[in-house]
Structure formats: structure tokens, C-alpha cells
């Protein structure tokens, strides 16, 4: 049977319909877990199956905190139909909640909805997934394992089972999650500059894309009285030519620059990191505090450099672009890649 990355029509035949009948589509769960879904979610209004940003948005989508939208449930084997869709293009994005396993995958797909073609079936598969998500974390919360479940998955694998139950890593994951990556992200297109020319290329032409730094596994962060924290956990480590960067947007629209950036550098002078703010009519000057370990990097940036007016520039309801750049100093050439676009917790709280 053949298995797409969009969930697939696996067939779609017309029975001599009434006129003015209203069109079904008929949604099959291939696996043998349960499977959670929802229709056009708000958050990913405009966002097409057949987007570069499909993955990075999706994962925002699910790290984020759960706004009081409900899944549905597509019980294993079993077949469920989406009737009162609006004829034209929805998007229907899911995830499969396998019973032992901490990333779950994820499945999105473009429903037609038309009434000429009467009932329309679409077959969901967990492999191969587009993106996973972690359980646990943003709007997979009340996925995160027990106690119980953890001794028991230890005692599976290792034949018998620890003293006390495994407690959680401290560190950077007391911070909220504001995005998760996959392992198997890969965007579709990168950034390449020079002196003397900017290009939008595939991602199989990158030269950096596997090189140490340029993949993030997650974001997060926290902004309150103290100030604002960001951490960057990035598996396998750090390289001097790797910098991360936040773009501040106060708004969007076509040819309109974003006023602030915060560039991350991981190892700006031998293990120590740096952060440098980037402002439009300013100089560019150091901010806040960077520290770096084996594979995460936070910035901490107090009160008193926020309240100067720092993050006022990006308006009091920013978005921010999150991106990994690599510099290749020997040829000269800069590539960027894209993750994702979020808004930062509590930013009109600074103003």
C-alpha cells in the first residue's frame, strides 16, 4: 500500500448524488494507535499543505500552549466522517499517540471538500511522518509520561526495572517550550549570501546544513519581571561559525524591514557566547548575558536593559523569525536557515 508524505486520497468515487447534497470527506486510521486530529486550526490560518513552512509552523503549532481547542479522536482501525466543511481547501493536522514512544509523529493534510465529487476518503499513516512532536510539551501536555510509565519503559527495555523512579534533567527545561524541532527537519529552502549576491536555494544545495550547530532541537523561554531568557538546545554542539538569530517584527507586510534582531553566538571568543543587538539607527553593541555548555545555549537579558527601550522598537505585540546561520570565512559566503516564526510570552508585559 502506498504510503505518501501528504496524508493520501486512497480512493474517491461518485454515487449519483442529489443536487444540493452536502459533501462528505471520510477520514481512515491505518494504525494501530489512536490518532488526534483537528480541522483549520486558527493558529495556522493561510499555512498550504504544499508550504516551505509547513514542518517549522506545524511544530510551533503543537509546542505551543494549548488555547482551549480540543483534538479529535480517530480510535485505530477505525473510520470517522467530517461532515459541515465548507466546499473548497482545509487543513487537517493530527498526531499519532503511540503508547511507548516519546516523540509522536505528525500528519497533515489538504481535504477537498466538493459537492460534484460526492464522498471523498482519505487514509492516514504514522510512517513516514512529516514532522514528531514531543509528548508532554505545549499542546501534547497531557501526553507527558508518569512516573509509573517511565520505570515501566526502563524495566521493558533493560529487563529490570530502577531503584527510584527517573527524575526530569534540570537546567533550561524548567524554561516553557516555545518550539520543537525534529531530527529529521529539513527545510526546503536556505539563504546564501555574499559581497555580491543574496540567493534563495534549495536545501540540497547547502554546504552547512549538516555542519556542527545548525540544527536546533528546541526553543524556550520566559519573559517576566527579572527580564527575558531564552534557551537554545542544539545536540551535538557548537562551532564559531554558527550564530543564531531573532528577528523582532512589528509588523508585517511586503518590503518592510524588521527593526530589531538579537544575534545568539554560541562561541564568540573561546567558550564563552555573546549576544549583539542589532537596531535600526544604532550601533551595533553587546546585550544581555550568553552562557554556553555541551549543548544548549541561554541568554539572559535583565529588567534594566529591557526597560531601556531594548524590545520597545519591535512594538508591543512583536512576532520574532528564529533562524541558524552558518559562516564559511574561507569562501566568504553566509547561509541562513529558517525554524520557525512565534510570538514571545508575555511581551506586552515589558511595555
Not at 500500500?1 to 461518485?14: C, G, Q, S
Request: hydrophobic content about 45%; proline content about 6%.
Amino acid at each position: 500500500m502506498n504510503k505518501t508524505l501528504i496524508f493520501a486520497a486512497v480512493a474517491a468515487f461518485t454515487c449519483a448524488l442529489a443536487f444540493g447534497q452536502s459533501p462528505v470527506v471520510s477520514l481512515q486510521n491505518q494504525e494501530d494507535s489512536t490518532f488526534y486530529y483537528v480541522v483549520d486550526p486558527q493558529e495556522l490560518a493561510g499555512l498550504s499543505a504544499g508550504s516551505p513552512l509547513l514542518a517549522s509552523k506545524v511544530a510551533g503549532y503543537f509546542s505551543a500552549a494549548s488555547t482551549g481547542a480540543t483534538f479529535s479522536v480517530l480510535a485505530p482501525q477505525a473510520e470517522v466522517q467530517l461532515t459541515g466543511l465548507t466546499e473548497g481547501t482545509h487543513l487537517l493536522v493530527g498526531f499519532f499517540a503511540q503508547l511507548d514512544a516519546d516523540d509522536f509523529p505528525v500528519r497533515v493534510v489538504a481535504l477537498q471538500v466538493d459537492s460534484s465529487v460526492g464522498e471523498r476518503f482519505y487514509a492516514v499513516f504514522a510512517s513516514p511522518a512529516q514532522l514528531s512532536v514531543r509528548r508532554g510539551v505545549g499542546k501534547l501536555a497531557q501526553f507527558a509520561r508518569t512516573a509509573a510509565s517511565q520505570v515501566a519503559t526502563v524495566a521493558s527495555s533493560e529487563g529490570t526495572a530502577p531503584a527510584v523512579p527517573i527524575q526530569p534533567a534540570q537546567g533550561t527545561l524548567s524554561l516553557p517550550a516555545i518550539a520543537t524541532f525534529s531530527s529529521a527537519y529539513d527545510p526546503k529552502v536556505f539563504t546564501r549570501e555574499s559581497n555580491s549576491s543574496f540567493n534563495v536555494l534549495p536545501i540540497s544545495e547547502s554546504h552547512a546544513w549538516t555542519q556542527t550547530g545548525t540544527r536546533i532541537a528546541s526553543l524556550q523561554g520566559n519573559l517576566d519581571s527579572a527580564g527575558l531568557t531564552l534557551a537554545l538546545n542544539v545536540p551535538g554542539g557548537f562551532s564559531p561559525s554558527v550564530s543564531y538569530f531573532l528577528y523582532f517584527f512589528d509588523a508585517r507586510a511586503p518590503g518592510r524591514e524588521n527593526p530589531l534582531t538579537l544575534e545568539i553566538e554560541p562561541v564568540a571568543r573561546s567558550d564563552r557566547g555573546a549576544c549583539i543587538l542589532w537596531q535600526k539607527s544604532s550601533a551595533p553593541r553587546l546585550i544581555g548575558t550568553v552562557k554556553t555548555s555541551g549543548s544548549s545555549v541561554e541568554l539572559e537579558v535583565g529588567a534594566d536593559e529591557l526597560a531601556s527601550g531594548v524590545l520597545a522598537a519591535a512594538g508591543n505585540s512583536p512576532t520574532v523569525d528564529l533562524t541558524a546561520g552558518w559562516y564559511d570565512k574561507a569562501l566568504g559566503i553566509w547561509e541562513e536557515f529558517y525554524y520557525t516564526t512565534f510570538t514571545p510570552p508575555s511581551m506586552s508585559a515589558t511595555h
